[in-house]
């Protein structure tokens, strides 16, 4: 339902440039797996058919098409819940369909194998949520591939028209887990034994929800389609298939999706690297643990609302309403090493940007223009300079460690971008220092 007084033509007016050595190819497809199943869709299935959409180096682009960020049939699908969740018009995205992203439909693949790359995006989120990302990682040599769960994202339709929405009982889900306030005390409490009880706390209420169910389905979701396109199983993607190097791998993923990444780093001895946007801890399995690969986490201020409540919920750390800062507490610390040595591995590398919201380490900075939209993502400055920060940490990282190239990472990301925070855990190894034994 369009709503008169709000500013569509605000949203949409632009996307930026990819720079790189390749023009960018972009392929969806599906691949149904026979022996799993989708608990969350209207009448549980007993298959699980999932959707795939590739972004790659092409090859000779002459008369394809550029792909618009959402298709007609996308539109009013794909983005609705994501923008139901912000509270704007389910087709605030609208002008998106005329919206030319940089990737040309079916295009051929370049010559030649590369590395790849794995995306899961946010709770009810989609797909394409970081097409400015995968543009400019395809751009500059990889194969990026993003996964759609069925009923378990926002919104998808497959290749052959057919659209499946997110689960209202995920809908539901979010809203209880977002009720449950004095759960962020597992991120921000005044000692650790206070955090680690939070922490405990929180996976109980987890647990009686998709959101602490979902993980490992999501996780198999993945090996399975890297399983079949190794195996060249997927004749509608045959062509992605070919020029996919699986010594080189990478996972990715923001919010929920960040930490299905390190859950699949964790279990692929061939995965190079994880790149975790913004995500928490949904499970005991990666806190207090090593994880088996480098690691770059990417963080938003997770405390503006907070600073903003006459009172903290119960168990907060006051000081969590101060400054942002190198010590200011963030969602992913308790993951990925020893609590004992947080902080201290030199492939390990974890930033803020300051400014940004949860839901602006997105495509929405470049999307959004309506002012009641952007003041939900961020302050100006950040949504500025979003994109750039993203693109410059994440390939310089993937660079390095997924394809094995030089690189300058992270000097000439910090020289870039004088503004991001470093994290320093230094009192989360002194609290474990003092109160584990």
């Known amino acids: 339902m369009t709503d008169e007084s709000y500013d569509y033509n605000a949203n949409c007016r632009h996307w930026p440039d990819a720079a790189g050595p390749f023009p960018v190819g972009t392929l969806d497809f599906e691949v149904t797996d026979s022996i799993r199943s989708s608990q969350y869709a209207p009448v549980p299935t007993v298959t699980r058919r999932l959707y795939v959409r590739a972004w790659y180096p092409a090859g000779d682009v002459t008369g394809y098409p550029r792909r618009p960020y ?109 009720r449950a306030l004095g759960a962020m005390a597992s991120y921000a409490a005044p000692t650790l034994t206070a955090q680690l009880d939070a922490f405990r706390e929180y996976v109980k209420i987890l647990r009686t929800t998709s959101a602490g169910r979902l993980a490992p389905v999501w996780r198999d979701d993945v090996y399975f389609v890297l399983d079949r396109l190794e195996e060249n199983a997927i004749p509608s993607a045959s062509s992605v298939a070919g020029m996919i190097d699986h010594e080189r791998r990478g996972y990715m993923g923001k919010s929920f999706g960040a930490y299905i990444a390190g859950m699949l780093a964790q279990g692929d001895p061939r995965s190079r690297g994880v790149v975790h946007l913004d995500g928490g801890l949904w499970s005991y399995e990666l806190a207090d643990t090593e994880l088996r690969t480098p690691f770059l986490t ?22 969590v309403r101060e400054p942002l800062g190198p010590q200011t507490p963030a969602a992913a610390d308790l993951a990925y090493e020893r609590l004992a040595r947080a902080g201290l591995r030199s492939d390990g590398f974890r930033f803020v940007v300051p400014g940004i919201r949860h839901s602006g380490v997105s495509d929405l900075p470049e999307l959004a223009g309506a002012p009641v939209l952007r003041a939900k993502l961020g302050t100006e400055a950040a949504l500025t300079a979003f994109t750039a920060i993203q693109n410059d940490l994440v390939s310089g990282f993937l660079h390095r460690y997924v394809k094995g190239a030089p690189s300058d990472f992270p000097a000439r990301a910090l020289a870039t971008h004088p503004e991001l925070i470093v994290q320093d855990l230094s009192w989360l190894r002194e609290r474990a220092r003092t109160e584990l034994h």
Not at 301 to 314: A, G, H, N, Q, S
């Open 70 to 178: 959402f298709t007609e049939a996308e539109v009013g699908i794909v983005p609705v819940m994501s923008l139901q969740l912000l509270r704007q018009p389910p087709d605030a995205l609208r002008n998106a369909v005329g919206l030319p992203s940089n990737a040309y439909a079916e295009a051929p693949p370049a010559d030649g194998l590369f590395p790849v790359v794995v995306f899961n995006h946010g709770y009810l989120s989609y797909p394409a949520q970081h097409t400015a990302l995968f543009e400019h990682l395809a751009a500059n040599g990889y194969v990026v591939l993003s996964l759609g769960h069925p009923w378990e994202s926002g919104g998808i339709v497959y290749p052959n028209g057919d659209a499946v929405v997110g689960s209202r009982r995920i809908l539901e889900d979010m809203m209880q887990i977002g």
């Open 298 to 319: 990417l963080g938003s201020d997770v405390w503006e609302d907070f600073r903003k409540m006459p009172e903290l919920p119960l168990g907060m750390d006051p000081s």
